[in-house]
Nanobody, 115 residues
Framework: VQLQASGGGLVQTGGSLRLSCAAS??????TGWFRQAPGQEREFISQ???????DYADGVKGRFTISRDNAKNTVYLQMNSLKPGDTAVYYC????????????WGQGTLVTVSS
C-alpha cells in the first residue's frame, strides 16, 4: 500500500487547511493522521475506519474533521481554527486489519501556522 499526503502549507492563526491522503495498491481498514513537531514525538491526531467511525485526539476535537471519498480512495483532514501549536509535519498512515498497527506511512506534509 502506498500513501501520498498533500495539502500542507503556511497559514495564519485562525486559518484553515485541508490535507489529503491518497491511497493505492490495497484496501485499508483504517487511515490515520499523525503529526510530529520539531523536537517532539509523533502524536496521533485522528483516524477513520472502513465503517466510517472516527476518533480524534482531545487537542483537535471540534477543530479538525476527518472524512473520506471512497471513489477517490482518499482521506481528508479538514483543519480549522489553526493555532501555532498545530505547526508540524503531518503524516497519514494505513492500517490493513482491525487490531493491527499502522504499518504503511506517507511521506508527510508540512503545516506551518504563523502567529
Amino acid at each position: 500500500v502506498q500513501l501520498q499526503a498533500s495539502g500542507g502549507g503556511l497559514v495564519q492563526t485562525g486559518g484553515s487547511l485541508r490535507l489529503s491522503c491518497a491511497a493505492s495498491g490495497g484496501t485499508l481498514y483504517a487511515t490515520g493522521w499523525f503529526r510530529q513537531a520539531p523536537g517532539q514525538e509523533r502524536e496521533f491526531i485522528s483516524q477513520i475506519r472502513w465503517s466510517g467511525s472516527t476518533d480524534y485526539a482531545d487537542g483537535v476535537k471540534g477543530r479538525f474533521t476527518i472524512s473520506r471519498d471512497n471513489a477517490k480512495n482518499t482521506v481528508y483532514l479538514q483543519m480549522n481554527s489553526l493555532k501555532p501549536g498545530d505547526t508540524a509535519v503531518y503524516y497519514c498512515a494505513g492500517q490493513i486489519s482491525a487490531g493491527g498497527s499502522y504499518d504503511y506511512w506517507g511521506q508527510g506534509t508540512l503545516v506551518t501556522v504563523s502567529s
